[in-house]
T-cell receptor
Framework: DVKVTQSSRYLVKRTGEKVFLECVQD?????MFWYRQDPGLGLRLIYF???????EKGDIPEGYSVSREKKERFSLILESASTNQTSMYLC?????????????FGAGSRLTVL | QKEVEQNSGPLSVPEGAIASLNCTYS??????FFWYRQYSGKSPELIMS????GDKEDGRFTAQLNKASQYVSLLIRDSQPSDSATYLC????????????FGTGTRLKVLA
């Protein structure tokens, strides 16, 4: 089975701190995604990547950056965390099949910014 | 207009009834559609995919697609309390893009 592993299940950070969320997948998937999920707002796409060193903005990229130096790893970076970034963050990966990707998700990282 | 629209619910149905979940999308170029189920506190998991107009059945689940109306639905027959979850609709995107977005999801409650 494809496994998508997110390094931290729960994090508590302070406003202004730099936050790294790590995601690793073990099935050689080309595509990787970062979403945040908030009650009533569903899953919102932050960034995605279809290849090493490639990245594209999703619908809500402001306040976030990403890094994909290796195929299996996709990192989400909050340069200066703010309280409105308190959320559940979900990483996902898929094969590169344009228009027909099937996503496999990690368990999620719940971030609280105080 | 939102790219993907779902009624947030909750949709409450009695055990054994048919649950009908609906989704509309704006991208006419979308070729494939997916339904994911998300239990409370868990990550989404794929339950159905559909690529052609018409119906696709898998056990108690039936996905229906109407590309002309930009409408996709999920029917759950003989609903069970274990089907209580949030159901997310995701168009697969137009050819040439890997962007993958979801509807906000419909929360289904099956009452025993």
């Amino acid at each position: 089975d494809v496994k998508v592993t997110q390094s931290s299940r729960y994090l508590v950070k302070r406003t202004g701190e730099k936050v790294f969320l790590e995601c690793v997948q073990d099935m050689d998937h080309e595509n990787m995604f970062w979403y945040r999920q908030d009650p009533g707002l569903g899953l919102r796409l932050i960034y995605f990547s279809y290849d090493v060193k490639m990245k594209e903005k999703g619908d809500i990229p402001e306040g976030y950056s990403v890094s994909r130096e290796k195929k299996e790893r996709f990192s989400l970076i909050l340069e200066s965390a703010s309280t409105n970034q308190t959320s559940m963050y979900l990483c996902a990966s898929s094969l590169r099949v344009a228009g027909a990707n099937v996503l496999t998700f990690g368990a999620g990282s719940r971030l609280t910014v105080l | 207009q939102k790219e993907v629209e779902q009624n947030s619910g909750p949709l409450s149905v009695p055990e054994g009834a048919i649950a009908s979940l609906n989704c509309t999308y704006s991208d006419r170029g979308s070729q494939s559609f997916f339904w994911y189920r998300q239990y409370s506190g868990k990550s989404p998991e794929l339950i159905m995919s559909i690529y052609s107009n018409g119906d696709k059945e898998d056990g108690r689940f039936t996905a229906q697609l109407n590309k002309a109306s930009q409408y996709v639905s999920l029917l759950i027959r003989d609903s069970q309390p274990s089907d209580s979850a949030t159901y997310l609709c995701a168009p697969g995107g137009t050819s040439g893009t890997y962007k993958y977005i979801f509807g906000t999801g419909t929360r289904l409650k099956v009452l025993a």
